[in-house]
């Protein structure tokens, strides 16, 4: 068997268009959606990934505001700047790239945003209120993921999941998610013992590690999606996932490549928070 590529490129082509359209809808009542999006730091990754969030806002008709500051701006000072992004009638999200500088506490600073800003989906509110069911937003990689199993109709209820990674960005949202759409989910990490047992008997993995190949075809059930997360780099220096994607695309069902599959839907899927945030504040 040969996967099935879920191309995350055209899925946010699609998702942009109509992000586009609410943008405008928006404007023409006077409410242009606004993100702001902050960086600490001179983090080559981060720098990309912000310049890559601006530039889908600008093309998508959203307004956005980037804050660059140097590693060594004070925790003060970013704490003021968020409480003058929460009072900003202009802005309706506010991102704060992470990692932070060590000298910062990141925790303090995403609490510090005002959870109906809170695009990320961060704050211990939509967390928690994740938990439950109800956050006002998902975080933007799992909620992308989400959208990727929809769009192929793959059933998640009564589905095997194994999420391998347990950070607050994607592991544990991940799973949450999963739960929500009923899905039997066991959340791996690079403790777990075994882990290619995990694997082998789920229908669905997410591998979000950092960790180069570290899913191959001998750990996938034939027919299983695979979900690559990782963003890591090969010896020569060219993009690539968590997942041995030559091995895995000849036993998978479905495939997500790296580049070209999660990453752009994280960022769509921004600017749909984005909009739902303006929206809301529009009335
Ligand atoms: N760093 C890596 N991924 C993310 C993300 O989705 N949001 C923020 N704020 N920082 C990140």
Known sequence: MTARIIDGTLLSKQLRAEVAQRAAALAARGHRPGLAVVLVGDNAASQVYVRNKVKACEDNGLHSVYDRYPAELSEADLLARIDALNR??????????????????AHKVIEAIAPEKDVDGFHIANAGALMTGKPLFRP???????????????????ANAVVIGRSN??????????????ATVTICNSKTRDLAAHTRSADIIVAA??????????MVKPGATVIDVGMNRDDEGKLCGDVDFAGVREVAGY????????GPMTITMLLVNTIEAAERAAG
């Open 88 to 105: 900003d009638p202009q802005i309706h999200g506010i991102l704060v790239q992470l990692p932070l500088p060590p000298h910062i506490d």
């Open 140 to 158: 933007c990689t799992p909620y992308g993921v989400v959208k990727m199993f929809e769009s192929e109709r793959i059933p998640l209820a009564g």
């Open 255 to 262: 495939i997500t490549p790296v580049p070209g599959g999660v």
């Open 209 to 218: 590690t950092g960790k180069r190949n570290l899913v191959t075809a001998d």
């Open 169 to 182: 960005i994607v592991g544990k949202p991940m799973a949450m998610l999963l739960v929500e759409a009923g």
